[in-house]
């Protein structure tokens, strides 16, 4: 099984969300492309260096995103 990159896994949501057919444009308001692409970058970076992501780092990046999102509307 081939193994594809956090930047290849990247460009493929980032097409789905972007298909005018799809439902992208509805389920995704704001989309933070430039930081995605940095933090999969990041990513395939510390993995090439053999460094372990752990199963869930995808999670707590994007929960931790979220948590920023959320608390700069509060401020606003």
Do not use: N
């Amino acid at each position: 099984m081939k193994s594809t990159s956090a930047r290849e896994r990247l460009e493929v949501a980032l097409g789905r969300i972007d298909d005018p057919k799809g439902e992208g444009a509805r389920a995704c308001l704001t989309v933070y492309r430039e930081q995605a692409k940095a933090a999969a970058e990041a990513a395939d970076a510390r993995a090439k260096a053999g460094i372990s992501l752990g199963p869930l780092w995808m999670v707590r990046s994007s929960a931790s995103r979220i948590c920023s999102m959320l608390r700069a509307r509060r401020r606003a």
